[in-house]
């Protein structure tokens, strides 16, 4: 949006145009709903992509640290789950949270918690609707709640909340950045979930 400003030069009038500046705050929950909603476009896309592959080509070694395409969603996937767990006690009344699903069986950091793709696909689409629907529910008031979890070498940490919500975040952009530097190296266009779909939500 610009205002006109007019003014004399050698006898003529020019106008100029100055930018009116709409500053907007920025709502911490609406930002980490946003985020979650990019999250599950973007596990969607990852997952179309991963779709062109056969089950050998996901499973191959890929020399990673998860070894295989397959590895390393199934490694996002099971993290998902744990840290879904580990925020219970932050909203113990969570209607979200407190879904026997969040803790199948087989859930693990051994081995994989589905071989087969598809099964691991819908079990995706679920995680990320659950992720959706937490930050929905959590209230803002509460993301400076300090909590207690247990990380995987069975050492019991502390945290906060509005941090753990942004390292579940930065977690999944980190290994979707793995994925799709294999994707690279294969040839499968993979430009998912860009800046524009961001931004525009």
């Given amino acids: 949006m610009f205002w006109p400003d007019r003014g004399p030069l050698d006898g003529l009038h020019f106008v100029v145009f100055r930018p009116i500046l709409t500053f907007m705050k920025y709502d911490q929950k609406d930002g980490y709903r ?8 973007a596990n969607q896309e990852l997952y179309q992509v991963l779709a062109q592959l056969t089950g050998r080509a996901r499973k191959k070694d890929t020399g990673s640290w998860f070894g295989s395409l397959h590895g390393i969603a199934n490694h996002l996937l099971v993290a998902d789950l744990f840290w879904l767990n580990r925020f219970k006690p932050l909203l113990p009344q969570s209607t979200v949270l407190n879904d026997e699903r969040l803790s199948p069986p087989g859930l693990s950091w051994q081995g994989f918690l589905h071989e087969d793709f598809e099964t691991m696909r819908l079990e995706r689409e679920f995680v990320d609707g659950k992720i959706t629907a937490w930050f929905d529910e959590y209230p803002a008031e509460l993301y400076g709640n300090p909590f207690v979890y247990t990380d995987s070498a069975g050492t019991r940490l502390n945290a906060v909340a509005g941090r753990a919500f942004e390292f579940l975040f930065l977690h999944q952009i980190h290994h979707r950045a793995q994925i799709s530097q294999v994707l690279d ?3 499968l266009p993979n430009n998912i979930a860009d800046n524009e779909a961001f931004l525009d939500g």
């Fill in 34 to 41: 946003h985020s979650a909603r990019y999250n599950a476009r």
């Fill in 185 to 187: 190296e294969l040839g």
